[in-house]
């Protein structure tokens, strides 16, 4: 018979041991559940990017056909034949407009989707110095001194005149918007609140009435100004004196800018279309993507995430 003492001992250990176990079953659990969550959320990404995708080439049939059926409802039979009437009344051009919110319902998730032309947001490639300094001050939340600075950076950095630029070969200008990161004395925070308002398709110019409200209250009086008189804007050009930009729709009418918007229109650069993609599941993740798709929306050029999938906000 076991002394007071040991037995003592041995229920000390017994608890012990138990205390030890369900410690581990606890981190076990906790791991777990850390991986179900991981793989939900990998899964999440998955979908969303796949319905992103999917959204953009839906969207894209859908305007196309409301397109038609506006045409065809704009289009009269008289006894001399078709007459078209109008310019048949309030027909969406989606090459040239914001469109939407469209919204698609399925299953475990909803989708609203906005287009937008490339023509309201900013091109790395061809926008002027103004364009681009306004929306660094503005957006990237930059001092003024330093945002002249990141300007030239991007201006050298797409002239191939930059230290990173300079030494590629085939070198035609920004491809990812990524490439922002390259450019001398532009850091990621700035980097991070601009990228989303920024492309690499070259363009006519910033539509302001294309762009999304941030964008839109910075250049909504310089577009005035355009319109009303090209002198008065400098012929869309920019008062830094950049020596890459693209002349804008609205300025002088010379042969050099009617060569580069004949060369836009025929590359078709000019009509790609952003499909701004916002997703909500219902188990309460969502995501923002931006698709890329071409002028006639058959053909898928890229896909962006605006933001990491999260659970119960944006």
């Known amino acids: ?41 990998r899964i999440n990404e998955a979908k969303s990017r796949a319905l992103s995708r999917g959204l953009g080439f839906l969207v894209s049939r859908d305007i196309a056909l409301r397109q038609f059926q506006q045409l065809r409802a704009g289009i009269e039979n008289t006894e001399e034949g078709p007459r078209r009437v109008g310019a048949a009344e309030g027909l969406d051009d989606g090459a040239t407009q914001a469109l939407g919110p469209y919204e698609y319902r399925f299953e ?32 990237g939340q930059a001092e003024s001194g330093e945002a002249i600075g990141m300007m030239r ?31 001398e004395n532009l850091p990621r925070a700035v980097y991070d609140r601009i990228k989303d308002f920024v492309h690499v398709h070259n363009t006519m110019g910033l539509d302001p009435a294309n762009a999304p409200p941030e964008l839109a209250s910075l250049f909504a009086d310089e577009h005035m100004l355009a319109g009303s008189s090209g002198a008065a804007s400098g012929g869309g050009k920019s008062n830094l004196n950049s020596q890459a930009s693209l002349p804008l ?6 042969f050099d800018a009617i060569y580069a918007r004949r060369r836009l229109v025929q590359s078709g650069e ?3 279309k952003a499909v701004i993609v916002n997703l909500s599941f219902d188990n309460g993740f969502q995501a923002r993507y931006r698709v890329w798709m071409s002028g006639s929306g058959s053909a898928l050029i890229r896909s962006e995430s605006l933001s990491a999938i999260s659970r119960g906000g944006v």
């Not at 608890?15 to 981190?27: D, E, F, H």
């Not at 729709?249 to 010379?254: E, F, L, Q």
């Open 1 to 41: 018979m076991k002394s007071l003492p040991e037995s003592g001992y041995a229920l000390a250990l017994l608890l012990w041991m138990i205390t030890g176990m369900s410690l581990m079953v606890t981190a076990v659990i906790h791991f777990a559940r850390d991986d179900i969550g991981l793989s939900e959320l």
């Open 270 to 272: 000019s009509n790609v």
């Open 153 to 183: 950076g991007i201006i050298d950095y797409r002239n191939q005149v930059s230290p990173v630029s300079r030494d590629m070969t085939g070198f035609s200008g920004f491809r990812f918007r990524e490439e922002l990161l390259a450019v």
């Open 249 to 254: 729709a609205a300025g002088p009418v010379t």
């Open 108 to 139: 475990r998730v909803v989708g609203s989707v906005i287009v937008r032309p490339v023509s309201g947001l900013i091109s790395l490639n061809n926008a002027s110095e103004e364009e681009l300094f306004q929306t660094i001050v503005a957006l």
